[in-house]
């Protein structure tokens, strides 16, 4: 769907808050055990989850910039079947579906317990706090449109480096 309305434009202050979050997310890659390929695999499963075209198109092209496998990306909506997927990964992508469709609640004391295995404390509110951000940038995209296939392979860096 075209863009329907510049959320950038409307609410900047709303959105300099979400890309500040996403500044301090990207700052912690690797130093939690969260590599960049697990936090693009995680962003692209919940866009998976949510449908959002726009945001599929950016993390699969980010995704391959890291030299992420196309084997992995093509089987990545079916993750728990495929064998090539880290315990690490495993545990990101049950706890993004869980926190993505809800209704799946039930199940997160026991992914809390197993991501408390491979993940310290901060790794797990880092990655919740992904999940959370790229649900609501899925959900802003969707909502007011976004110009889906548009997205260039570091198009935002400059945004996330800056202070």
């Not at 992904?130 to 860096?157: E, H, M, P």
Request: net charge negative; charged share 20%.
């Amino acid at each position: 769907m075209p863009e329907q309305l510049n959320y950038y434009q409307v609410a900047p202050d709303a959105m300099a808050a979400f890309i500040g979050l996403e500044r301090y997310l990207s700052a912690q890659h690797d130093e939690q055990g969260l590599s960049e390929k697990l936090i693009e695999l995680v962003k692209i499963r919940v866009s998976q989850l949510n449908g959002c075209a726009y945001c599929l198109d950016m993390h699969n092209k980010d995704s391959r910039a890291l030299a992420e496998t196309e084997q992995r990306l093509y089987a990545l909506s079916a993750w728990r079947e495929a064998p090539f997927y880290s315990p690490q990964e495993r545990a990101a992508l049950a706890w993004c579906e869980t926190l993505t469709q809800w209704q799946q609640a039930e199940q997160r004391p026991e992914q809390l317990q197993q991501l408390r295995t491979l993940f310290d404390d901060k790794a797990i509110v880092d990655l919740t706090l992904t999940i959370t951000n790229i649900n609501t940038w899925n959900r802003l995209a969707l909502c007011f449109g976004a110009d889906v296939g548009s997205y260039k392979v570091g198009q935002f860096d400059h945004i996330l480096k800056s202070s």
